[in-house]
């Protein structure tokens, strides 16, 4: 079965400090996605980034990064220099390949993040 | 471009009433999807539509709810009769599906209070 852990249920941080949001994921399909979403307060959850299992490259966009490890099955999510404009909860997602589609995304329970002025 | 568009943004109804909610998807998005969240949760996906055809909804408690995507474009999700159970956020996303790429984008959603 596939799942998602977001072990951190929220953080807070003052403005301009770094903060790394973890998450491990469980599959046994060998093809598979990763994904980031922030839902700011206006409730629309907004796509960050996609990732296939074969691309272990960190990315970087930005203020943003992302941190692929298979071996530890992490997909962390860094904000370098935040800003109170980064004040969301945000989510790590996976979905499988099933016959050369995706299958669903299974979301996890989210981070709520919480930039202080 | 325009996004994913749902209306309302709000809703409060007595239990055991019925209620629906729509969706807009994206031009040109042939895959549609109608999430529950629940709060302080991630979205629980209820069903999928690939244009007219609904193509996964074993979430779906099919007892009280429906859903329609009449024409493969809009989209509409019923509940009836609502349940105190039922107050949630409902997230409608689309995407375009092919061979290698799947990225759904989301709806505003909508805010069900059933009193």
């Known amino acids: 079965a596939q799942k998602v852990t977001q072990a951190q249920t929220e953080i807070s941080v003052v403005e301009k400090e770094d903060v790394t949001l973890d998450c491990v994921y469980e599959t046994r399909d060998t093809t598979y996605y990763l994904f980031w979403y922030k839902q700011p307060p206006s409730g629309e959850l907004v796509f960050l980034i996609r990732?296939?299992?074969?691309?272990?490259q960190n990315e970087i966009s930005g203020r943003y990064s992302w941190n692929f490890q298979k071996s530890t099955s992490s997909f962390n999510f860094t904000i370098t220099a935040s800003q109170v404009v980064d004040s969301a909860v945000y989510f790590c997602a996976l979905s499988g390949r099933v016959g050369g589609r995706d299958d669903k995304i299974i979301f996890g329970k989210g981070t709520r993040l919480h930039i202080l002025p | 471009e325009a996004g994913v568009v749902q209306s309302p943004r709000y809703k409060i109804i007595e239990k055991k009433q019925p209620v629906a909610f729509w969706c807009n998807p994206i031009s040109g998005h042939n895959t549609l999807y109608w999430y529950l969240q629940n709060l302080g949760q991630g979205p629980e996906l209820l069903i999928r539509?690939?244009?007219?055809?609904?193509?996964?909804d074993s979430q779906l408690p099919k007892d009280r709810f429906s859903a329609e995507r009449l024409k493969g474009v809009d989209s509409t999700l019923k509940i009836q009769p609502a349940e105190l159970g039922d107050s949630a956020v409902y997230l409608c996303a689309s995407s375009f599906r092919d061979t290698v790429s799947d990225t759904q984008y989301f709806g505003p959603g909508t805010r069900l209070t059933v009193l």
């Open positions: 539509y690939e244009n007219e055809e609904a193509v996964d």
């Open positions: 990732r296939n299992s074969f691309d272990e």
